[in-house]
């Protein structure tokens, strides 16, 4: 059986740090285009795990191993469209994925048109001015979590995928395939390792009912406490999602002097946004209290104390959107699937008092 090739195998062969190909291949900040592309390169020649595919074998070959019948018998659906309610900017975790997501569609000779769906949109339940349907040939959504809009989306015909979702707060879910962060194991392995230093006092800011991957983190938050017979305390559960919801209960806290060890955030934007409150209210992180977010956002690392944190692996994430997508143009009548994407811990010093 073949070896099975490793990120050191690869910085072996080209003289590299496994650090920096591993950030390449994850397609993390701080690398330069060139050195990115000259890693992704030798991965695919060397067979690395999602690169093994890549586009290295001759055009017609190349055609024959990844090009959907549906693709060949709808050549005038060439457009794969991204539905969003946000504009995806650098610091979200997708904006990474999309890049690595569209190379990958130039594989299948598809392009990757964006279109914003407005409050209008919403309200109306209407498609964005700019979309055409027949010209289409799947589509992806990414920040998309108002749950009847959605249904009429897979209700098109066209296959679709969705990255995160709805929450499924009643056991209801889309009609469709998901893509989602495993966002279960990393939150559990942070809350025991806390409680296993003896600091019990964990609360957790964020709107479980915002998106399936929140509310997976705030169970996951509640599984990891219950596991560990630590008492939850449902004062220092927090379910606002910015400044202005976050802010008055986090004041209220600090007045009755009744503030946990440490705060869980359901992602980086919001422990940003919990960091600024607390240091408006006169206390310091890590000394008053520690702080941990979710996503590794570059404002995770630039901000002071750097933010623990749960890195996503955003080059996997690309891969497995397009073999949903193919694999749902192959095959329309398979069933739904939710695929989830490896994730990982990472410690900084807004937890640095707990270690």
């Not at 469209?81 to 990474?96: E, N």
């Amino acid at each position: 059986m073949a070896k099975r090739v490793t990120i050191q195998d690869i910085a072996d062969e080209l003289g590299l740090s496994r650090n920096t190909v591993s950030k390449a291949l994850n397609n993390s900040e701080g690398l330069a285009e060139a050195t990115r592309q000259r890693i992704i390169q030798k991965a695919a020649e060397m067979g690395y795990k999602q690169f093994a595919l890549i586009n290295l074998m001759p055009a017609q070959q190349r055609e024959n191993a990844f090009i959907p019948n549906y693709l060949r018998e709808n050549p005038e659906r060439r457009e794969v469209a991204l539905f969003s309610t946000t504009y995806l900017a650098a610091p979200h975790f997708s904006s990474l994925m999309l890049d690595a997501f569209q190379n990958n569609l130039a594989l299948l000779g598809l392009t990757l048109n964006t279109h914003r769906v407005t409050p209008v949109n919403l309200e109306s339940h209407t498609l964005p001015i700019t979309f055409d349907i027949n010209r289409v040939a799947a589509i992806i959504c990414i920040e998309m979590f108002d749950r009847s809009y959605d249904q009429m989306v897979c209700a098109l015909g066209v296959p679709t995928l969705f990255v995160d979702a709805p929450p499924d707060l009643n056991g209801e879910t889309l009609p469709c395939d998901q893509l989602i962060m495993e966002n279960t194991s990393q939150v559990v392995k942070l809350v025991s390792e806390v409680l296993s230093r003896h600091h019990s006092q964990i609360g957790f800011i964020g709107n479980w009912e915002h998106c399936q991957s929140f509310y997976e983190r705030y169970c996951a938050f509640r599984l990891a406490m219950t596991l560990n017979n630590a008492p939850v305390n449902e004062n220092w559960l927090i379910p606002g999602n910015n400044m202005e919801e976050i802010h008055p209960p986090l004041s209220r806290l600090a007045r009755e002097n009744n503030l946990p060890e440490l705060f869980i955030c359901a992602n980086d934007f919001i422990a940003l946004d919990v960091m600024r409150s607390l240091y408006a209210l006169g206390l310091n992180v890590p000394n008053d209290i520690a702080l941990a977010g979710f996503d590794d956002s570059s404002g995770s690392r630039r901000c002071i104390p750097p933010l623990t944190t749960v890195h996503i692996h955003t080059q996997i994430m690309a891969y497995e959107a397009v073999r949903l997508l193919r694999s749902r143009m192959e095959e329309p009548s398979l069933n739904f699937r939710r695929v989830y994407t490896e994730t990982e811990l990472i410690w900084r010093a807004s937890t640095s008092t707990l270690r």
